[in-house]
């Protein structure tokens, strides 16, 4: 069962202070990555999966997409999407109208998705969440058009491994990321902003096989680390260059 814990209230208010909640797709420090994994979104119709408070559904409106929609489980959160797209509305640079965006509170893990209707999807950060995430591969591929885009981004199967997972400070005062239990798929309960919360482990090779199998060619692939000027930006990301925190891919529909 779906936990939905981007609605209680403690989890919540912890991500609602994250830099990436405050400051949108600029606090994302994996955004300038993601974003080059992106086709041509003017005139696109585009299905953002887990879209949260809506950032990446207000970037495709900006940069002309027909449409998009938005598609979470959780009520707060797409309730300050709505905020935030109608506050943007009205000094957008798009010349779109408030229309552009749809917002629906669905579970990815049985949402029905209509067929054909979508040029470009894309997910941030909410795959990792999915127990049945090839079912959901198999129906985003039906929703797309043929030769459409998937990009998305998860937690890496490096971070989500380890059944207590968390940095490990060895006597030297180097610090590790513990791998661990990495060929047992499945449930994992971390302590991330709230206690008990839930994330799925898969290794890269189910999540690349399972694109290949839903009919998707598999565009780009990337361990996701902070560059050497981000880091020298931000000291403070120097460790996430220690391992990958972040996969990105970029699949394409091989219906032709
Ligand atoms: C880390 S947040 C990312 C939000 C947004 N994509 C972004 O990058 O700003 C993950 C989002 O996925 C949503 N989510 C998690 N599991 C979901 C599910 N089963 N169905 C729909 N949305 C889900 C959460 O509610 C949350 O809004």
């Known amino acids: 069962m779906t936990q939905n814990i981007y609605d209680e209230e403690e989890f919540f208010t912890a991500y609602s202070r994250l830099e990436r909640s405050v400051h949108g797709l600029d606090g994302a420090p994996e955004w300038p990555s993601l974003r080059a994994l992106l086709p041509e979104l003017r005139g696109r119709r585009v299905l953002d999966l887990g879209c949260g408070y809506g950032?990446?559904?207000?970037f495709a409106r900006d940069?002309?997409?027909?449409?998009?929609?938005?598609?979470?489980?959780?009520?707060?959160?797409?309730?300050?999407?709505?905020?935030?797209?109608?506050?943007?509305?009205?000094?957008?640079?798009?010349d779109t109208t408030g229309d552009t965006i749809s917002y629906l509170r669905a579970d990815l893990e049985t949402v029905d998705l209509?067929?054909?209707?979508?040029?470009?999807?894309?997910?941030?950060?909410?795959?990792?969440?999915?127990?049945?995430?090839?079912a959901l591969f198999e129906r985003v591929h039906a929703s797309l058009t043929p030769g459409g885009s998937l990009v998305f981004s998860i937690e890496h199967p490096i971070v989500t491994a380890a059944m207590d997972?968390?940095?490990?400070?060895?006597e030297n005062g180097a610090r590790r990321w513990p791998v661990d239990h990495f060929a047992d798929e499945g449930s994992r309960t971390t302590n991330w902003l709230a206690p008990g919360v839930l994330k799925q482990h898969r290794t890269t090779g189910t999540y690349l096989?399972?694109?290949?199998?839903?009919g998707f060619t598999i565009a780009h692939v990337e361990d996701w680390m902070p560059t050497k000027e981000q880091v020298a930006a931000r000291p403070?990301?120097?460790?996430?260059?220690?391992?990958?925190?972040?996969?990105?891919?970029?699949?394409?529909?091989?219906?032709?």
Do not use: K
């Open 55 to 58: 950032w990446f559904c207000r």
């Open 114 to 134: 209509p067929t054909d209707a979508f040029d470009v999807a894309y997910s941030s950060l909410a795959f990792h969440y999915l127990t049945h995430l090839s």
């Open 209 to 214: 096989n399972s694109l290949i199998r839903a």
């Open 63 to 94: 940069h002309g997409a027909s449409s998009i929609l938005g598609v979470d489980v959780s009520s707060r959160m797409l309730e300050r999407a709505r905020e935030l797209s109608s506050d943007t509305d009205s000094h957008s640079n798009s």
């Open 165 to 170: 997972p968390g940095w490990i400070q060895s």
């Open 236 to 256: 403070e990301w120097a460790e996430e260059r220690e391992r990958p925190l972040f996969m990105l891919v970029a699949a394409l529909s091989r219906r032709a």
